[in-house]
């Protein structure tokens, strides 16, 4: 015991009932630790025994051996949480034998424990009306944690980080059930950027007089991207990869170009969209900006079927149309006339799954197209591209052909945040949030509005549904009149939310200055960094707000569908740390063959030329084997069954799937009905 004594840095007395608890720690760490048991004399308290704990097992000690021990101990040290009577029997009992202490902050779960640790200002944690050590109330929290289900190593390591930074358990465990607290829930915020451009007087552009006009009577200078485009030839016929973060005015570029090219007799200009929503409202904002100049039309995926109440005109100025629109026309040869200009809207698609590898194929055919009679005499056709996220500029720029102007400015500043919630808390938890906003104005005068991402058309009506304030549900099974009611009500501030699916962030134009995700998945996809990029820069206008603010809400241990091998608040910290992925377009055999037959029906014995240069790298020789195999061409000619095949955009497991039930005699209602529920599962 003595010999322990002489080793003996601190020795820690803590309140124990009636008696004291004693624990001696050397380098740090607890030597042992046991109870004093105290007796009254005439002299005032005095040791009775020294119970030394080992286990579940007692050494007992005599008293003298605690006095041998404090008095050899480098200090000793008494827990302020000791009660003021017991704090003062402790002292009475050292001061009979000249012993002096000092009264410390201490964690109480740490003396219960038998542990000696002393807390300070910086290090004390409040945890139900007492403080406690950071390292009990990291394990009060993840107790709270195993509640909530398996949290990932990047959200406990989020919540442990803010719990050592505000010092206060209740407030992190409240951000479990979704409480909202701005300087919790806060990751980041990506700051407004600006970057050095000299901007472009308008009426230093020479266009037509028709486009001129209509610009000067708009602006006085081009904003930055605008200006740059202009500088590396935008308004000169080169080609040209424009890489900037939403509402930086990428879309004038390809517009003031492509009209100076028609006003000027050099073709029409096409000007194309992923998505029929998007193709609808670009539609409608060229009739009514540009309708007095020029005739506009419409080709969207659905003229494979009827023509869109006939706002198709295959000899318009201008073509507003999606990817597929266009391409079906090339695929059945239709004459889209002369073609002066293409803008790509979105260029990034061609790096998704599903419709990446359409595309690539669409711009190959559709260059084949211009190069075979369809561009202007004398003059090529220029290829504008646009998109906010790229990963890999220079390289797609390069696969391209085009020149790269690249702009990082952020118009307004981006704060992200982070809060957990189940689905049933989401939905209130986005109620005040859409609140909070909406009654909110922006030094512009302009409410707060909301756009909610979440993953299914059946949960925006659910969502929208159980809103306070005026909101609607937007997404592709809408009529167009209905979406439009919906852009034309978010526009005029009648709205506080919209609540639509990921597949429509794109470019869908809704000036909102809050965007919630109440999924981070795409159907039962989760969303890439790039998606979700594309996504959270939706919020915040320069003409409208000060700021734009995200707000993730993260259902831990959650997935979407059994396919899924992460968990929704593993994907949270993927995206909010994630880089922009490179756009690839890649290949399975899948779409290898369905490019392939497209670029033989549109293109024959060329058809080699068209995959050689398209962004991906297609298997030729593979595709054109499979095509035969199935019967789908013969020589370098489409078979009639590979006519029908590439007109309805079908990929090979389709039309075998269609071709089975009908040589079975199968209703076409029940053939459709089973490739639909196939494709969900």
Same mark, same amino acid.
């Given at each position: ?40 004399? @005439? ?81 004390? $944690?409040?945890? @139900? ?82 486009? %001129? ?12 991207? %605008? ?27 390809? +517009? ?24 609808? %409202? ?43 629109? $266009? ?81 990082? +400015? ?41 756009? $909610? ?16 304030? @005026? ?17 034309? %009500? ?27 995700? @109440? ?97 991906? +790298? ?43 039930? $009908? ?19």
């Amino acid at each position: 015991m003595s010999q322990q004594a002489a080793q003996v840095d601190t020795l820690f007395l803590h309140e124990h009932g009636e008696d004291v608890r004693v624990v001696a720690n050397r380098d740090g760490g607890r030597l042992f630790h046991g109870v004093l048991e105290l007796k009254e004399t @005439d002299a005032g308290p005095r040791p009775r025994r020294l119970r030394i704990k080992d286990g579940t097992s007692e050494d007992l000690r005599s008293p003298d051996q605690f006095v041998e021990l404090a008095r050899r101990a480098a200090r000793i040290r008494i827990s302020e949480q000791t009660s003021p009577s017991a704090r003062d029997r402790i002292r009475e009992m050292l001061d009979g034998y000249q012993l002096d202490a000092k009264v410390v902050r201490t964690c109480r779960f740490c003396s219960n424990a038998g542990r000696y640790s002393p807390i300070t200002s910086e290090t004390a $944690i409040e945890a @139900d009306g007492e403080t406690i050590c950071p390292s009990c109330a990291r394990e009060e929290l993840d107790r709270e944690l195993a509640f909530q289900g398996d949290i990932t190593g990047d959200a406990r390591e989020r919540l442990e980080d803010l719990l050592l930074e505000v010092q206060d358990l209740e407030r992190i465990t409240n951000l479990l059930s979704g409480q909202l607290d701005p300087d919790l829930t806060k990751f980041d915020e990506i700051s407004a950027t600006t970057e050095d451009v000299e901007p472009v007087p308008v009426d230093s552009l020479g266009l037509h007089p028709g486009i %001129q006009q209509h610009l000067e009577g708009r602006f006085e200078t081009l904003l930055p991207v %605008q200006s740059l485009a202009v500088e590396h030839g935008a308004t000169d016929g080169a080609d040209q990869l424009v890489v900037s973060a939403t509402a930086t005015g990428k879309t004038l570029i390809g +517009e003031m170009a492509g009209l100076d090219r028609v006003l000027n007799g050099k073709g029409t200009m096409l000007f194309l969209v992923p998505l029929v929503a998007l193709a609808n %409202q670009k539609y409608e904002s060229f009739q009514e900006r540009y309708g007095d100049m020029v005739d506009v039309s419409l080709r969207v995926g659905a003229s494979r079927i009827a023509d869109e109440g006939g706002r198709f005109d295959p000899d318009a100025d201008v073509i507003v149309g999606t990817y597929e629109g $266009i391409d079906h026309a090339l695929r059945t040869g239709k004459d889209l006339g002369t073609i002066g200009t293409v803008v790509i809207d979105e260029v990034h698609t061609l790096g998704e799954d599903e419709r990446g590898h359409r595309l690539d194929g669409l711009i190959s055919r559709l260059k084949y197209y211009c190069e075979t009679g369809g561009a202007p005499d004398g003059d090529d056709t220029q290829w504008i591209y646009l998109s906010a996220t790229v990963g890999n500029p220079g390289q797609l720029a390069k696969k391209l052909r085009a020149n790269l102007v690249e702009f990082e +400015e952020r118009p307004v500043p981006i704060e992200r945040h982070l809060t957990f919630a189940d689905g049933r808390e989401k939905i209130d938890t986005e109620n005040k949030l859409v609140k909070r906003a909406f009654d909110t104005k922006s030094s512009k005068g302009y409410r707060g509005q909301t756009i $909610i991402f979440t993953n299914s058309r059946r949960r925006c009506h659910q969502i929208s549904r159980k809103l306070n304030y @005026d909101s609607a549900p937007y997404h592709a099974g809408l009529d167009n009149r209905k979406r439009q009611q919906v852009e034309r %009500q978010f526009a005029d501030q009648e709205l506080a939310a919209v609540v639509t699916t990921a597949a429509l962030a794109a470019g869908v134009d809704f000036p909102a200055s809050q965007v919630i995700f @109440d999924s981070l998945a795409m159907g039962i996809e989760w969303l890439t960094v790039q998606e979700f990029s594309q996504m959270l820069g939706r919020a915040g206008r320069p003409d409208y707000h000060d700021k734009g603010t995200v707000y993730l809400l993260v259902e831990p241990d959650c997935s979407y569908h059994n396919s899924m091998e992460m968990t929704e608040d593993e994907v949270a910290f993927k995206l909010l740390k994630g880089e922009m992925e490179p756009v690839i377009t890649r290949y399975d055999e899948g779409a290898a063959v369905e490019e392939t037959l497209a670029n033989v029906t549109v293109a024959g014995k060329q058809a080699k030329r068209l995959n050689d240069r398209m962004i991906g +790298e297609l298997p030729t020789k593979h595709a054109l084997g499979k095509l035969l195999e199935y019967d789908f061409i013969d020589g370098l000619s489409p078979t009639p069954l590979g006519r029908a095949v590439t007109r309805h955009f079908l990929a090979p497991d389709e039309s075998f799937q269609l071709l089975d039930g $009908i040589r079975k005699g199968r209703d076409p209602y029940d053939i459709v009905a089973e490739m639909e529920l196939r494709e969900e599962e």
